[in-house]
């Protein structure tokens, strides 16, 4: 099973000179790169067909059950070339675990974890020209599954279809690192108790637009879910984790409570942290609570995490009936300081002291 080779199917290249072009300045999410991998699954053959595709559209029957039942996820990752060439990715695995703690709750089925490594490593080296080098740049990786059984009756799909597709992207924010403003999104939620929070699914998302919205309309940035009995409780932005930290240097983030996704920035944040010394405290954290924390001056910084833009500072959090400003417009120190050491073992300026990196064995890394 986990056996299972890539066939190769080569796309037709564009020039390096057509392509440096679109490196340039990739933004995020826009441009794609030549090839996808594609591995199909049945009830009855398992994982089969196990593809390196030129990139494109994908068939698709009108009656597939992911068109109308949402049965899809999802992983964001990123490979990064260091200054040597060479291209990395960071902790793999860990996607492959999450992929599949979602597919349990999705009932998609789950995938080899050495099957999914495969198949990012298959894409990546054959598609190697594509992993920029300029400055905060990368390769995002998303992966993804949907049921694609051609059947209306509502039940677990009994045939689905892992793919990956590869986009260069610049920095997530364009404009550099500046502290963007949260709206306290109090009557639209986007998780409930035994919902799907901690899944990383494409409904989730949709659930979080309308909010999204509304944060844009009353000039923020990005939405703060809490959970939704309490509206008190903080839960997380719609694909972002959150941190708060104190004037003592202590770290705060919402434990994962079931609504919540088990981000591995957020992860990787906590530990690089606690190497340093710092305390991090993974509980219920209230809203009440961060607004008595800056008025009084203990709690002194705020971010969110994720893998698409590492680090982002906070520097408002408003809703209906207040707004509190901190941080007087310029990210946190620690903040920053987080955000730096967690790029520079991606990029290979710093040490992997936990062994996060896996490099791509790749004949033709060189750019
Ligand atoms: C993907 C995601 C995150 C961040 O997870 P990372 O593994 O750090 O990229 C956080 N919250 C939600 C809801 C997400 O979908």
Redesign the pocket.
Known sequence: MTELAFTHTEAERMSAAARDALLADPGFGNVFTEHMVSVIWTKDAGWHNAEVIPYGPIPMDPASSVLHYGQEIFE?MKAYRRADGSIVTFRPEA?AR?LNESAVRLALPEIPEELFVAAVQALVSVDADWVPSGADQSLYLRPFMIADESFLGVRAAERARFMIIASPAGPYFSGGVKPVSIWLSQDLSRAGRGGTGAA?CGG??AASLLPQQVAAENGCQQVLFTDSATVDTID??????LFLVRADGTLLTPRLNGN??D????RSLIQLAEDRGHTVEQRDITVSEWREGVANGSITEAFA????AVITPIGQLKSPGFAIDFGAGAPGALTMSLREELTGIQFGTREDRHNWLTEIPTAAVAR
């Open positions: 964001g996607n999450r990383k989730n998302y997380e932005l719609g694909g972002m984790n919540i996704l981000g591995i920035t957020r995490c994720g893998t698409a």
